[in-house]
């Protein structure tokens, strides 16, 4: 009778600490999810790009922050999914739109830096510049150069070889 109480106990205890542990996992994992694997930044719904860096898989916050990844690790980077800006919905590279450098950047800090004297702060680098946002039809990419400017290309011409 002891020895099966103390069994249970153990028992017990041993669930405790599994389902702690795998709440702990699991919060850390979606974290993970929401963050980009290059510049940390939050991974932003409409502009999410997943990829792979050799067998590695990256979620990455806009496609110009996945395209410095190569140049980042030095390992070959394929990009398995981009996402449609419209819908936010997930988009194969070679279907994809790419309108570079609107005035729409998910990336870029809202509102613009003023230092001191109020004079406003160009930024001179960031990685998430230009701007890169993709969609699934062209119609649609060609609606939003008209409010936001840019320039429309498809994914291949701005990273060729980058999904196979
Ligand atoms: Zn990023």
Redesign the pocket.
Known sequence: MRRLLTFLGVAILLTIALGVGYTGWKISRSRAAHV?A??S?PVHPESKVVGFVEEQRGV???PA?ALTAHRQTGKPVRLVALTDYETKTELRPEQAYIVQDSDVNP?ARAGALVDETNTPHQVHFD??SPSYLAFAHRSAAESFIEKHGGKLMRFEELAPGYHH
């Open positions: 980009c290059i510049c930044r990455y916050c806009c922050c990336c990685r998430c």
